[in-house]
């Protein structure tokens, strides 16, 4: 069974960092896709990043790029989500999620593709 956890979420000053961290107690991370979406009031859980089963794949929305990296260290069950220059618009509850174990090194984008999911941290950006 899968129990994930998110942590590191707070609140920082626009042009900050924080590092989000996710671990499982239930099961490990290993041959899981793993990826962190994010929902504020009003819209739909959005993508932020993900990465596949070994960490040799990756993948941003286009309002992270060249901002946060998704990593992950499988012998710890760990996985990490760095955000860097953070603005107002990153201002959200951010989530973890596991793809059941699957062949390939496929990175997965949508909210259907993931079968486990943390209960979430807020991470709130002030101008």
């Known amino acids: 069974q899968v129990h994930m956890v998110e942590s590191g979420g707070g609140l920082v000053q626009a042009g900050g960092s924080l590092r989000l961290s996710c671990s499982n107690s239930?099961?490990?991370?290993?041959?899981?896709?793993m990826g962190w979406f994010r929902q504020s009031p009003g819209k739909e859980r959005e993508f932020v990043a993900g990465i596949s089963k070994s960490g040799g794949s990756t993948y941003y929305a286009d309002s992270v790029k060249g901002r946060f990296t998704i990593s992950r260290d499988n012998a710890k069950n760990l996985v990490f989500l760095q955000m860097n220059r953070l603005k107002p618009e990153d201002t959200a509850v951010y989530y973890c999620?596991?793809?059941?174990?699957?062949?390939?090194?496929?990175?997965?984008?949508?909210?259907?593709?993931?079968?486990?999911w943390g209960q979430g941290t807020q991470v709130t950006v002030s101008s």
């Open positions: 239930g099961d490990t991370f290993i041959s899981r896709a």
């Open positions: 999620a596991a793809k059941a174990p699957r062949p390939g090194e496929i990175v997965y984008a949508g909210p259907k593709d993931y079968d486990y």
